[in-house]
């Protein structure tokens, strides 16, 4: 098997897990979004940690390196607790697609924080996606959806900057932080913050609701772990295309699990966010084609 068709395996492995993910945040009923972030976070920072003392890794990072770390971890925090609002009050696959505008924002703050310049495919490819996710947000005083949608499109902003930290963080090098850590921090961050909230407003769960949120932990921490196997065994480039398959996870768990169909306007920005990631994946790779041959 090629690095590269491991890679593709992996992406959709993660692809599925997320999906799992979401689907089990929406099965877990009706709980604040906060509560259900601590309770996803808190597997996570557990197989971080084992990940990291498996690997023989210290828990420490580099000073230089904390600010970084703080910022993707405040943005990733509030990423996912607007992730998971959404989840609870919008069509599964219209949350996930929602989340899934973080690649364009992560090349917009790219362009803001890291100075990198925006190509034009790029700027066409932003605003294709902006279009399709105002398709799905549908912003009209008579959507009852319009407060959870905008919530939703936050929770992209939030892991686009996390995304473009992280990137900042990769190109340190060796100066920069392992994956596992940078979950760590993120996940040791995230329970911090909202466990005030617990101890202060915490709503009792039956078992069932407990199990889910447990099982949503379980199979973030596999998504994080297969999308970070996946970009080991091949290029972005190659393979990040494939991560849109999670939209059609989700709709079959939102329709299979909840009943959930989505409208056709919503179809029509699933087209249009899918379709602009799909003409990035080929712009990209024809770039970097031309750049090996010059």
Same mark, same amino acid.
């Given at each position: 098997?090629s ?12 692809a ?24 996803r ?32 971890a ?21 949350a ?10 992560a090349?917009?703050f ?5 100075? =990198? %310049? ?5 700027? /066409?490819? #932003?605003?294709? @996606?902006?279009?399709?996710? &105002? ?7 008579a ?9 939703g ?5 939030g ?12 190109m340190?090098? =060796? %100066?920069?932080?392992?994956?596992p850590? /940078?979950? #760590?921090?993120? @996940?040791?961050?995230?329970? &911090?913050?909202?466990l ?8 009792p ?9 447990l ?12 999308i ?6 091949a ?7 494939y ?27 699933y087209?249009?966010?899918c ?15 031309h750049?090996?041959?010059?």
């Amino acid at each position: 098997m090629s690095k590269q068709y491991k890679g593709v395996l992996c992406v959709l492995a993660a692809a599925f897990f997320f999906a799992i993910m979401n689907a089990s945040v929406r099965a877990s009923g009706d709980l604040p979004a906060i509560q259900k972030a601590f309770f996803r976070n808190i597997v996570a920072l557990a197989c971080a940690y084992i990940a990291l003392k498996r690997a023989g890794t210290p828990v420490r990072w580099k000073k230089e390196n904390f600010w970084l770390l703080f910022t993707r971890a405040a943005a990733g925090t509030i990423g996912v607790i607007c992730n998971f609002y959404a989840v609870d009050h919008l069509v599964l696959s219209d949350a996930t697609m929602l989340n899934k505008m973080s690649p364009f924002f992560a090349i917009l703050f790219s362009f803001i924080l890291l100075k =990198e %310049n925006l190509k034009l495919y790029q700027i /066409i490819a #932003l605003i294709g @996606s902006f279009i399709g996710s &105002l398709f799905i947000i549908k912003p009209t005083f008579a959507n009852m959806d319009l407060g959870p949608s905008i919530i939703g499109l936050i929770g992209g902003v939030g892991a686009g900057i996390a995304y473009t930290m992280v990137r900042k963080l990769g190109m340190k090098g =060796e %100066n920069g932080e392992k994956g596992p850590l /940078i979950v #760590l921090f993120f @996940s040791g961050f995230s329970c &911090l913050v909202t466990l005030p909230y617990l101890l202060f407003s915490y709503h009792p769960m039956e078992l069932q609701q407990l199990l889910f949120l447990l099982l949503a932990g379980v199979a973030g921490a596999g998504g994080q772990f297969a999308i970070t196997a996946a970009y080991t065994y091949a290029p972005a480039r190659e393979i990040s295309v494939y991560d849109y398959t999670q939209v059609i996870f989700s709709a079959l768990l939102g329709f299979f699990l909840f009943h959930q169909l989505p409208d056709r306007y919503s179809i029509l920005g699933y087209i249009l966010i899918c379709g602009m990631g799909i003409y990035m994946f080929f712009m990209t790779r024809r770039d970097v084609k031309h750049s090996q041959n010059a």
